[in-house]
């Protein structure tokens, strides 16, 4: 089934430790986003990736770094992960950057630092 | 800033009707979505609108008022499937989603 995967699906990692969450999408979207979520606040940007190559900064991309070596791979990486970065996150895509084109969501990785 | 407000919490009856709505304060406008999102899960897509009006899909229909900065998701006939949250997001001027809390909607029998 066509779609974007997430991994791990959640996950309990020690302040300081390096992680990478995965996002794999199979519909040859070109534009790739990462959200956290948290009770009682909306979905926030991390970073987005417009077209495979080019990444960009979005509302609260302090301690993550994504790349974007190809169309269909999205990783965010924590460098060295603290407790404030407990939270859901979520990949998304569309299948172009622009007006109108509703975003397609992966089904969340659960993310507790302890 | 930007700023997207909804209802934190709303009740309504299995079989009745609801409004949830939505209004904006935003750097530009290219849009406004509405999502669905379960407990514990991801957000779905529900509605776009952009120009003024009502965009009527099946029992949801979605209003749009642009000089008003403001938007509602009228559910009717209610089915207790549509317990979940409703998320509002305007596409600003950079054709970025920002989004609302959401508004968690409690249906009763």
């Known amino acids: 089934i066509a779609g974007i995967t997430q991994a791990p699906t959640s996950q309990i990692l020690a302040a300081g430790r390096r992680m990478t969450l995965r996002c794999t999408q199979d519909m040859r979207h ?15 940007l991390i970073h987005y990736s417009n077209t495979a190559g080019t990444t960009g900064k979005g509302e609260v991309p302090d301690g993550y770094s994504v790349s974007r070596a190809n169309t269909d791979d999205f ?22 950057s622009g007006v109108g084109q509703p975003q397609h969501f992966g089904d969340g990785t659960r993310l507790s630092i302890l | 800033g930007q700023n997207i407000d909804q209802p934190t919490e709303m009740t309504a009856t299995e079989g009745a009707i609801v409004q949830i ?11 406004l979505f509405w999502y669905q999102q379960h407990a514990g899960e991801a957000p779905t897509f529900l509605s776009y609108n952009v120009l003024d009006g009502l965009e009527e899909k099946g029992r949801f229909s979605s209003f749009l008022s642009r000089s008003k900065g403001y938007s509602y998701l009228l559910l009717k006939e209610l089915q207790m499937k549509d317990s979940a949250s409703y998320l509002c997001a305007v596409m600003d001027s950079n054709y970025q989603l920002i989004w609302g809390a959401g508004t968690k909607l409690i249906i009763k029998p």
């Open chain 1, 75 to 96: 990783p965010l990486t924590l460098a060295s992960a603290v407790p404030s970065q407990t939270s859901v996150y979520f990949c998304a895509t569309t299948d172009q």
């Open chain 1, 30 to 44: 070109n534009a790739m986003y990462w959200y956290r979520q948290d009770l009682g606040l909306g979905l926030r």
């Open chain 2, 21 to 31: 709505n939505c209004t904006y304060q935003t750097s530009g406008f290219n849009g």
